[in-house]
């Protein structure tokens, strides 16, 4: 016996010395192989890197989910160590690290972190390699880049690639922008020129400068920003301009609208490719660039019926239907323009507007709870459940000791009885809340 307690405790002793030595960070070779970490090296190889993103996978679920994402990370690593401020890749097995998994709160697998200095955020960028490698690029950009001609301008724009908008300051002074570029790092790339041509005035559309144009390479569209360029006014163009002027609803572009602060004007139309559809989004750009407040947003039924379906809309509705929606249960039609008709779409549009601002309006719930009320909906309805089991559980085993006891040791009988009451008044409530939250 004392020989073993020996061993452990030398053991112990060891491992205190192991983590003395991870905490120097050569212990990590930075070769471009993705880092295995687990316990004792996690948190030195989050101090140690500046970027660093991290897998926690599962081994072995049967739904190969993370089976493809290793291979993507393994070709990725080694292009973010090559980069002039180096990216590194590690992982973490979840099915075995379970508390350090737990610890950065993770549920699903895979998941990606990425800890920039330390600082953990949810990485949901693309996960297929040249992608990722893409998208990663933007977090150690600088600041605000300096362009210095035309031709710095288009490859930068080349560049950045199609997954963050991109302001780009004609004739403005880095300096004005560099604190919001700071702030707004992660989403969205900043930069000044001061030295351009007129061809890259019309090139961009602009009527005078300086001026702040965002361009959003993915839905091909552009807003342009003529000032004051003062904190308050810019701060709000740039947050407002995170999303195109008008969004085309899909999965994706649903879960970065759920960030949004601004109401949406959702447009749903029969069958968005129709030509039809695109003449209504052009109107759509015209009223979005004269209502910053607003976020405008499109879907075709064809396309996405089940999310019309939340919004009353089928194949019996006179569409296009335009609505306002707050992102989470609620929405509002504005009396006496339930559809946009066929004819002079854009001043059904302004008188949409109007209505809605004058609060003409019928206030409505979505059908059902939509994504974060959904989510938030199905993990409550899930730990109700498992607090539900539990409670009732427990009552069966006082209720059984109850029993038990009633035939051994009369004189307990009492204190378990409040035990056993408490707890079954309390799952009468969870019981209660349970029924609450499915109707
Ligand atoms: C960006 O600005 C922050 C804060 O001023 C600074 O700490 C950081 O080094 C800058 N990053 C780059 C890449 O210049
Ligand atoms: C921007 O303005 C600052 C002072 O406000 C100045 O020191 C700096 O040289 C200017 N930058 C450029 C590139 O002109």
Redesign the pocket.
């Known amino acids: 016996m004392p020989k073993m307690r020996l061993h452990i405790i030398f053991l112990l002793l060891f491992c205190r010395f192991g983590t003395g030595i991870s905490l120097t960070a050569d212990q990590f070779k930075v070769d471009g192989k993705v880092l295995e970490l687990d316990e004792s090296n996690f948190d030195s190889a989050i101090s140690s890197f500046d970027f660093i993103l991290v897998d926690f996978y599962a081994q072995g679920r049967p739904w190969g989910h993370c089976k493809h994402l290793s291979p993507q990370l393994d070709e990725a690593a080694p292009v973010l160590a090559g980069l002039k401020e180096p990216i590194v890749i590690a992982k973490v097995n979840a099915d075995k690290f379970t508390r350090l998994a737990s610890k950065h709160d993770v549920d699903a697998y895979p998941t990606l972190k990425l800890f920039i200095h330390g600082v953990s955020m949810e990485y949901y960028g693309p996960r297929q390699s040249d992608r990722l490698v893409q998208y990663l690029k933007k977090f150690v950009a600088p600041n605000v880049s300096i362009l210095t001609s035309d031709s710095a301008i288009s490859g930068f724009i080349k560049e950045a690639g199609t997954f963050f908008p991109i302001f780009i300051g004609f004739g403005l ?3 004005v922008l560099s604190n919001l570029a700071v702030k707004y790092k992660k989403r969205a790339w900043f930069s000044v020129t ?1 030295d351009f041509s007129s061809e890259a005035m019309v090139l961009y559309d602009l009527e005078k400068v300086p001026a702040l144009v965002v361009i959003h390479p993915n839905y091909k569209q552009q807003s342009i920003f003529y000032g004051p360029f003062e904190d308050k006014f810019l701060e709000d163009f740039i947050k407002q301009n995170f999303l195109p002027p008008v969004v085309p609803l899909n999965h994706e572009t649903l879960k970065l609208l759920k960030d949004e602060e601004r109401k949406i004007v959702l447009t749903i139309t029969a069958d968005e490719n129709e030509d039809q559809s695109q003449n209504l989004i052009k109107l759509l750009k015209d009223a979005a660039s004269a209502n910053h407040d607003l976020v405008f947003g499109y879907f075709g039924l064809k396309q996405w019926e089940d999310f019309a379906d939340k919004f009353e809309a089928n194949e019996k509705t006179k569409l296009p239907k335009m609505i306002v929606w707050n992102g989470d249960e609620e929405y509002f039609s504005v009396i006496g323009i339930e559809s946009l008709g066929d004819e002079d779409q854009g001043s059904r549009i302004s008188q949409f507007l109007e209505g809605y601002r004058q609060g003409r309006t019928e206030k409505k719930t979505v059908k059902v709870p939509l994504f974060m009320g959904l989510f938030k909906s199905l993990v409550g309805i899930g730990a109700f459940f498992i607090i539900f089991i539990v409670v009732a559980m427990m009552i069966m085993m006082i209720v059984l000791m109850v029993i038990i006891s009633k035939d051994n040791e009369p004189l307990t009988n009492d204190s378990h009885d409040k035990v056993g009451h408490a707890k079954s008044s309390e799952a009468e409530n969870n019981q209660h809340r349970l029924e609450k939250k499915e109707d």
């Open positions: 002074n880095e300096t001061k």
